[in-house]
T-cell receptor, first 113, second 115 residues
């Protein structure tokens, strides 16, 4: 039962353009969402997060949008840079006392010069 | 500000051997989460520990896997009698607390290969 889904395994974008990575979830108990970036042989690096009380959060080139009614969130990177090439994971947390994260399967982003 | 530390970074074991993975949280923190990433998959929660206590082990396989976080020293994830299916990357993480309680910061991982 995949509660967090990233249906696009890969995405290719040209440098300078916008990258849009999508994530869907099924568990209505999720109240906090995070995006992580991961390079090979390294641990995930936190990028940006959003609480369920918001619909948008922005940090520099990264913006996360949350549509609770559709149970959908997206990460926008603009402008995309070659150094953004990595695997991006969407993760979610339930509004319970435990903090464990539920991850999607990831989207591999390739930004070409 | 030292981050989450894990060692070894790479571990090779033969089938039937034991694997011990270590994790030290950020300085001043006394809890860790362990996650496993199988090839081509996302990370999956295994266990959440505070010093000397297992808080949530709902993601731990029922057999061969155990975890501890003693009063002194790092957290240990122990896999007994490893099988090829245990080959994966194992990550640990901790929260910062305060306003950032919901964000987990990860260590570099231990890549376990079972021959």
């Amino acid at each position: 039962d995949q509660q967090v889904k990233q249906n696009s395994p890969s995405l290719s974008v040209q440098e300078g353009r916008i990258s849009i990575l999508n994530c869907d979830y099924t568990n209505s108990m999720f109240d906090y969402f995070l995006w992580y970036k991961k390079y090979p042989a390294e641990g995930p690096t936190f990028l940006i997060s959003i609480s369920s009380i918001k619909d948008k959060n922005e940090d520099g080139r990264f913006t996360v949008f949350l549509n609770k009614s559709a149970k959908h969130l997206s990460l926008h990177i603009v402008p995309s840079q070659p150094g953004d090439s990595a695997v991006y994971f969407c993760a979610a947390k339930e509004n319970t006392g435990f903090q464990k994260l539920v991850f999607g399967t990831g989207t591999r982003l390739l930004v070409s010069p | 500000n030292a981050g989450v530390m894990q060692n070894p970074r790479h571990l090779v074991r033969r089938r039937g051997q034991e694997a011990r993975l270590r994790c030290s949280p950020m300085k001043g923190h006394s809890h860790v989460y362990w996650y496993r990433q199988l090839p081509e998959e996302g990370l999956k929660f295994m266990v959440y520990l505070q010093k000397e206590n297992i808080i949530d082990e709902s993601g731990m396989p029922k057999e061969r896997f155990s975890a501890e976080f003693p009063k002194e020293g790092p957290s240990i994830l122990r896999i007994q009698q490893v099988v090829r299916g245990d080959s994966a990357a194992y990550f640990c993480a901790n929260n910062l607390g305060g306003l950032s309680t919901d964000t987990q910061y990860f260590g570099p991982g231990t890549r376990l290969t079972v021959l």
